[in-house]
């Protein structure tokens, strides 16, 4: 069986660019979410939606966004990038109270 | 919102040694801890988890305690092998209604030398 796929694997971006990252869940997990990963910290709470509807939003600022899709997919969009957003940006799928799969991650590089 | 504290940052041991890794936790209304591992590259791996009705858990050479009074959580690993270096995370999370949100500690770097 699939795990959690996430696209694309490594990409750099200016400054002020916009970025649209993508997940997808394992099969039958209708619950995706979202984490950023600086180095040598701990994964930090971006989004979490269940049946496309955003049930947890972490202290990220407001140019960070996401929605899931009728299949259960995800997007993670950051707008007007900043050097900070630079990071491993994690997505995790579950069952409703099960433990979270996660994905290896998108590595996004900010210049 | 929930604090998760983990020590040692890192923890350097000999191929067969035990290992040990603390966190403390700050919401005394969370009820479930993961501990996920991670490897160079990839994203982390549940290991194991214990919920709050539990005291110990364990499975093979891994085993998690929790004491809730205190508001603490353990990992321990026995007869530890060179594959297990990785970055060990704890977390706590609220299981309630549909879903839960884990709060991940800072993580432990596991170096265990053949």
């Known amino acids: 069986d699939a795990g959690v796929t996430q696209s694309p694997t490594h990409l750099i971006k200016t400054r002020g660019q916009q970025v649209t990252l993508r997940c997808s869940p394992i099969?039958?997990?209708?619950?995706v979410s979202w984490y950023q990963q600086v180095l040598g910290q701990g994964p930090q709470f971006i989004f979490q939606?269940?049946?496309?509807?955003?049930?947890g939003r972490g202290n990220f600022p407001d140019r960070f966004s996401a929605r899931q899709f009728p299949n259960y997919s995800s997007e993670l969009n950051v707008n007007a990038l900043l050097l900070g957003d630079s990071a491993l940006y994690l997505c995790?799928?579950?069952?409703?109270?099960?433990?979270?799969?996660f994905g290896s991650g998108t590595r996004l590089t900010v210049v | 919102g929930e604090n998760v504290e983990q020590h040692p940052s890192t923890l350097s041991v000999q191929e067969g040694d035990s290992a040990v890794i603390k966190c403390t936790y700050s919401d005394s209304a969370s009820n479930y801890f993961p501990w996920y591992k991670q490897e160079l590259g990839k994203g982390p791996q549940l290991i194991i988890d214990i919920r709050s009705n539990v005291g110990e858990k364990k499975d093979q050479r891994i085993a998690v305690t929790l004491n809730k009074t205190a508001k603490h959580f353990s990992l321990h690993i026995t007869e530890t092998q060179p594959e297990d270096s990785a970055v060990y995370f704890c977390a706590a999370s609220l299981a309630s209604g549909g879903s839960y949100i884990p709060t991940f500690g800072r993580g432990t770097s596991l170096i265990v030398h053949p």
């Open positions: 995790a799928s579950s069952l409703r109270q099960g433990g979270y799969t």
């Open positions: 939606y269940y049946e496309k509807e955003e049930r």
């Open positions: 099969s039958g997990h209708k619950s």
